[in-house]
């Protein structure tokens, strides 16, 4: 990961996730939670499987992840095993707070997976 890139995601809670819309072909930007581990960003849709963003990632898996001024492009990959989904939606319980994990991620039945290489 680069130094400009560690850089800006350092104290950020929310970063701009860009994906390519599986009907449109139009670039289409969400606001979205994320955590870090090591060389990578971990995402959790909201509406599990069934956000749309997820389902354009299936589709298209090239991204785009941008914070303060500084945005990488890379690969998104699924995650639907139980134990590693587990694993990301526990690292945003210590990030933002189990009641807000809670209250905002209804079902966390899938996790994504953007390298920042």
Do not use: C
């Not at 526990?90 to 920042?116: C, I, T």
């Amino acid at each position: 990961m680069t130094k400009a890139v560690r850089e800006a995601l350092e104290g950020v809670s929310e970063i701009e996730l860009t994906v390519t819309g599986r009907k449109t072909g139009r670039q289409i930007s969400h606001p979205v939670w994320f955590v870090q581990e090591e060389e990578s960003a971990f995402l959790v849709p909201i509406t599990g499987s069934d956000s749309d963003w997820y389902k354009n990632v299936q589709r298209t898996p090239f991204v785009q992840l941008a914070a303060n001024g500084t945005a990488v492009s890379s690969t998104a990959t699924p995650i639907t095993e139980p134990d590693r989904v587990d694993h990301v939606v526990e690292m945003f319980r210590e990030k933002y707070g189990s009641d807000q994990v809670d209250q905002h991620y209804p079902k966390r039945d899938v996790a994504v997976q953007v390298s920042l290489t």
